[in-house]
């Protein structure tokens, strides 16, 4: 399987890129915020920021120093890590998040035993809510105070660090909404007992609940949000540490796979982890690249074949030279590709961001009113600062923070593990309502390199001058015969006086006799006549989209003796037909582009099933027809894998490169196939919708849940426990809604697990 070598391309210009590991985030605010920060820092053009990875992807330029950055961040009120990119040396960088997930686990941990405290000391405190309707007196006023004040003081503690860094930037969070309600309800309870002695309607069970249900809100978050970078961390698990590298006298030896270089030989034994991208030198046996294509099916490797670091080698011993190390890797690069698509915003993220920005403020002015309006109707001014609390404890910026790129990370994680590379977010957007596919034909439907199908009129010895004469020669069709040649072991004839000839084919010497291979007219100009039967043959080849070739013998003095005819053809994958066909059976018009006559294209069209086909398309031709499709109202996926197909990919509403093509292809594409495999294109549109549709449900849910439960807790429907939970269940939903996309196969995979 071939590298995409640059298929993850930077920003751009001279412009470059840090990742950045950001602690203390909790909501949308403070996505806003910690974006804000970095955006500030001279010379930094842009900062994506994401609450579901905790991490910033920064666009600045040369010069900028990581250690501004992480003081911009530091006067936010946060923590940072520079995440690097992959080492040189074969090693993938000591990468910060593997501190950061250990400590994420011990923090866990943490949380979840001060979750099990609090509640052992809230539960009284909420129990007599209960057991006072059955005439059982309330806890004394100093049991109440007792239990609350290791909840209000301890598990309480870590919000007040990120709610004082918000107040002191002048924005509000989720910690201070926090904040403000639990010491609001604290403080009236205290007030109450201390001053009027009041037992019975005393509320540190609100404040106490509040905080252990956001903490256990918290702790499930966090779980969920772990799991929705497995398959990342999955795929950057699968460089083995060690390998086994040939020494020149014929040794193996053990190293590490940081001191592997490219050159040196590995020695991979049966059922190992390949450590390098590789060109296999000696042996035959076959590979296990299901964990970068999402194939299940091995694939035989030989002697000139490629192997991706991180794939497994079957049941034969292989030698092969290493090629790339490190971050060069396919390894590499599809961990970078999906961490670049995951820190990377939707466009509806935008609009998420704008919305939580003046969300808490303006709850804070609700609550305000809220206090306002029940005391003006004569109510208690304790009663109306438990409604407002209530409106305080039951706003939750963090299920709109977290609604969007949770949906992302799941998705994308989701698509690379069935070998479908998503570049950037917006291609979830763009990949839903595609009602045209116009594909590229060599390379995408068809293998890319034509192949000799059979020959006409010729034996074996006709092969081998044939493959003779195409000795020297680097064209598709030369290349064609003498791979034949070399599989039906036939030995290429010596060949003198050998002479191209540019748009008609090749002439030479064969044993004292002049000889000539190529097109029809290259034959009729020699005197060559081929029989009625032979032109008929090769008439309907030709009409199939094959290309036919004579070889001939041309004394000087004689009659021309034709040796026989090969029809080559660059062959159909062999699922093209069946992608065309589920394309179709989504509703969507499939159009074949081609540089090949009309003629020709119109028959490989015919042959998969497809209507219309586009011939004799240069580069501007392909994105001309884009172009104009776009302009008539349809929305277009363009499929391809040449640098002739670049123009029409970057004009596309979702562009899709077919993996082992072109660099400039794949650099074009809003996503990336590993296989080269058009079977993956209706699994694409698919990912795209499941996605965007998880984002739409996860945005109607915390949207919803505001408008909803704010106005109801200002009403004094609800109270302030049962606000915490909500709020809390808010966050957890919006996440395990978005896991659900984790279970996401493609179609065909599905049926195979069966």
């Known amino acids: 399987m071939d590298t995409i070598t640059a298929a993850q391309q930077g920003p751009g210009d001279n412009a470059v890129e840090r990742r950045i590991a950001v602690e203390g985030m909790t909501c949308g605010t403070c996505v806003t915020r910690v974006g804000r920060a970095l955006k500030r820092v001279e010379g930094v053009r842009d900062a994506e920021v994401s609450l579901a990875t905790h991490e910033a992807l920064v666009t600045l330029e040369p010069g900028v120093t990581d250690e501004r950055l992480i003081q911009a961040l530091t006067r936010a009120g946060y923590e940072g890590d520079i995440i690097p990119e992959a080492a040189e040396d074969g090693g993938l960088g000591v990468d910060p998040r593997e501190a950061r997930e250990a400590q994420e686990l011990a923090e866990s941990r943490r949380m979840g035993i001060e979750v099990v405290i609090g509640a052992l000391l809230a539960l009284p405190l909420v129990g007599q809510m209960v057991w006072t309707q059955f005439g059982?007196?309330?806890?004394?006023?100093?049991?109440?105070?007792?239990?609350?004040?290791?909840?209000?003081?301890g598990l309480g503690r870590r919000f007040l660090k990120p709610a004082w860094g918000a107040l002191r930037a002048g924005v509000g969070n989720m910690d201070l909404l926090v904040v403000l309600g639990t010491w609001a309800a604290f403080g009236l309870s205290l007030y109450l007992w201390v001053v009027h002695g009041q037992v019975h309607h005393l509320y540190f069970e609100a404040a106490a609940a509040v905080i252990v249900l956001v903490l256990f809100g918290r702790w499930m978050e966090g779980r969920a949000r772990r799991a929705t970078g497995a398959a990342i961390r999955a795929l950057a698990a699968l460089r083995p540490d060690t390998a086994l590298r040939r020494t020149p006298d014929g040794n193996d030896i053990e190293v590490a796979v940081t001191a592997l270089r490219p050159g040196d030989v590995l020695s991979i034994r049966p059922g190992e982890r390949i450590a390098a991208d590789a060109r296999v030198i000696e042996g035959e046996g076959a590979a296990d690249e299901s964990m970068l294509t999402g194939e299940s099916l091995p694939v035989t490797k030989r002697a000139g074949d490629t192997l991706s670091a991180g794939t497994v080698n079957g049941p034969d011993p292989l030698l092969a030279r290493i090629v790339r190390v490190g971050r060069d890797t396919t390894l590499a690069q599809v961990v970078r590709m999906v961490e670049h698509a995951q820190a990377t915003r939707a466009p509806v993220q935008a609009l998420v961001d704008r919305v939580s920005a003046v969300f808490v403020p303006a709850v804070i002015l609700i609550a305000l009113a809220t206090f306002a309006g029940w005391v003006a109707t004569g109510t208690p001014w304790p009663e109306a600062i438990i409604h407002a609390v209530t409106v305080l404890v039951i706003a939750c910026p963090c299920a709109m923070g977290l609604a969007t790129p949770a949906a992302i990370v799941a998705g994308t994680g989701a698509a690379a593990k069935a070998g479908i590379l998503v570049r950037s977010p917006a291609a979830f957007d763009h990949g839903v309502g595609i009602d045209l596919a116009l594909i590229d034909k060599t390379g995408t439907l068809t293998e890319g390199r034509p192949r000799l199908l059979r020959m006409i009129g010729a034996t074996g010895t006709a092969l081998a001058r044939a493959a003779g004469l195409q000795q020297a020669s680097e064209h598709p069709l030369a290349r064609a015969i003498r791979a034949a040649a070399e599989a039906e072991d036939v030995a290429p004839v010596e060949v003198g006086q050998r002479r191209n000839r540019p748009g008609a084919g090749v002439e030479g010497v064969i044993a004292g006799l002049p000889h000539r291979l190529g097109s029809r007219r290259f034959m009729t100009e020699a005197g060559v006549e081929i029989p009625a039967e032979l032109r008929a043959e090769a008439d309907a080849a030709e009409a199939e989209g094959a290309t036919v070739v004579w070889l001939a013998a041309v004394p000087e003095a004689g009659e021309p003796d034709l040796l026989g005819g090969f029809v080559l053809a660059d062959a159909p994958r062999s699922d093209a037909a069946a992608a065309v066909k589920a394309l179709g059976d989504r509703g969507i018009t499939v159009k074949m582009l081609s540089g090949d006559a009309p003629a020709t294209a119109q028959a490989v069209?015919?042959?998969?099933?497809?209507?219309?086909?586009?011939?004799?398309?240069?580069?501007?031709?392909?994105?001309?027809?884009?172009a104009e499709a776009r302009a008539a109202g349809r929305r277009v996926m363009m499929v391809g894998d040449g640098v002739n197909d670049a123009p029409a990919l970057a004009g596309a509403d979702l562009s899709v490169a077919i993996g082992g093509g072109t660099d400039v292809a794949m650099a074009a594409a809003d996503v990336t196939l590993m296989r080269q495999s058009p079977s993956l294109l209706p699994a694409t549109l698919d990912i795209c919708r499941a996605t965007r549709a998880k984002i739409r449900q996860n945005l109607v849910w915390a949207f919803g849940y505001n408008v909803i439960g704010i106005p109801l807790a200002a009403l004094g429907i609800l109270d302030p426990v049962f606000a915490g939970a909500a709020m809390a269940a808010s966050s957890v939903s919006v996440l395990g809604n978005a896991l659900l996309l984790a279970r996401w196969r493609p179609a065909g995979m599905r049926e195979r697990a069966a």
């Open 605 to 626: 069209a015919a042959r998969l099933g497809i209507s219309e086909a586009v011939g004799g398309a240069d580069p501007a031709r392909k994105a001309a027809v884009v």
């Open 136 to 153: 059982i007196g309330p806890l004394p006023g100093w049991a109440q105070l007792a239990l609350a004040v290791p909840v209000q003081l």
